[in-house]
């Protein structure tokens, strides 16, 4: 069992940023193939980037604001998210899959996830 452990979530106004990171305490586990989700209540769990044996894909309604990358050294996953809307307001999770598939498509789908954290509120005020 992975345990996974994020942080960075907070309360931002409109256009602000926050960078959310993703730590496997205590494990040497590592994967080329993580991502991170959020989900707003009486939603599904969507999709927001993945990466994906050193590629990244990313959700359309975050693409060219939100930046995942991975720290191999510290075994740490990282989202930057810039020009936050109102609507980025959620749960946000990461995740972490035992197999790699290379598709874009599969990346950002949570039922292709083995391991995931408990999750970092973040809110964004107009």
């Known amino acids: 069992q992975v345990q996974l452990v994020e942080s960075g979530g907070g309360s931002v106004q409109s256009g602000g940023s926050l960078r959310l990171s993703c730590a496997a305490p205590?494990?040497?586990?590592?994967?080329?193939?993580m991502g991170w989700f959020r989900q707003t209540p009486g939603q599904e769990r969507e999709g927001v980037a993945a990466?994906?044996?050193?590629?990244?894909t990313y959700a359309d309604s975050v693409k060219g604001r939100f930046t995942i990358s991975q720290d191999n050294a510290k075994n740490t996953l990282y989202l930057q998210m810039n020009s936050l809307k109102p609507e980025d307001t959620a749960m946000y999770y990461c995740?972490?899959?035992?197999?790699?598939?290379?598709?874009?498509?599969?990346?950002?789908?949570?039922?292709?996830?083995?391991?995931w954290g408990q999750g970092t509120q973040v809110t964004v005020s107009s």
């Open positions: 995740a972490v899959r035992a197999y790699c598939s290379g598709d874009y498509f599969e990346s950002l789908q949570a039922y292709e996830y083995n391991y």
């Open positions: 205590g494990s040497t586990y590592s994967s080329d193939c």
């Open positions: 990466i994906d044996s050193g590629r990244t």
